[in-house]
């Protein structure tokens, strides 16, 4: 088949920021200017949960030159960051961060992981990252909505 008009594509990639093990980050860095030597024009990343990697991998991104988004899932509860940090590859989440839902209502829990969503904005901000991508928590996309309201404030 043929298009009847030119196309003007951007060339998107994954990256992830929260590999673990030897390589760590400079390991993703590594796959990621592969990416960009075959065309990559932007990349987006797996949801950050820990401040440091995200501040990590923000640095590690201006050095590489491309724009990127930083993927940004609200955690709604201890059950929701276990599953997550478990079994979603890619996805890591800091103990201490899934210590947080510990013994919470379902409403405080939501709460809580709005907080920490709009303390990860915040570090994305101060460390010059302005796109996000969102990812509504188990069809809950009042809190998604939620956060897009805090970041175009910021």
Not at 25 to 42: E, S, T, Y
């Given at each position: 088949?043929?298009?009847?008009?030119?196309?003007?594509?951007?060339?998107?990639?994954?990256?992830?920021?929260?590999?673990?093990?030897?390589?760590?980050?400079?390991?993703?860095?590594?796959?990621?200017?592969?990416?960009?030597?075959?065309?990559?024009?932007?990349?987006?990343?797996?949801?950050?949960?820990?401040?440091?990697?995200?501040?990590?991998?923000?640095?590690?991104?201006?050095?590489?030159?491309?724009?990127?988004?930083?993927?940004?899932?609200?955690?709604?509860?201890?059950?929701?960051?276990?599953?997550?940090?478990?079994?979603?590859?890619?996805?890591?989440?800091?103990q201490e961060?899934?210590?947080?839902?510990?013994?919470?209502?379902?409403?405080?829990?939501?709460q809580v992981?709005?907080?920490?969503?709009?303390?990860?904005?915040?570090?994305?901000?101060?460390?010059?990252?302005?796109?996000?991508?969102?990812?509504?928590?188990?069809?809950?996309?009042?809190?998604?909505?939620?956060?897009?309201?805090?970041?175009?404030?910021?």
């Open positions: 088949a043929t298009l009847e008009k030119p196309t003007d594509f951007a060339i998107g990639v994954a990256v992830n920021p929260n590999v673990t093990g030897a390589r760590g980050l400079d390991g993703a860095m590594f796959k990621l200017r592969k990416k960009i030597a075959a065309g990559a024009q932007f990349a987006e990343s797996q949801p950050i949960y820990d401040a440091q990697i995200l501040r990590n991998f923000a640095r590690a991104m201006k050095s590489a030159g491309l724009p990127v988004c930083v993927g940004q899932m609200p955690i709604v509860s201890k059950r929701n960051a276990d599953f997550f940090h478990n079994e979603v590859p890619g996805v890591k989440i800091p961060v899934r210590n947080r839902f510990e013994g919470l209502s379902k409403a405080d829990g939501e992981g709005m907080r920490i969503a709009k303390e990860l904005v915040d570090v994305a901000f101060e460390e010059g990252i302005r796109c996000f991508y969102l990812i509504p928590p188990l069809r809950r996309f009042e809190l998604a909505a939620e956060l897009i309201t805090y970041i175009k404030k910021r």
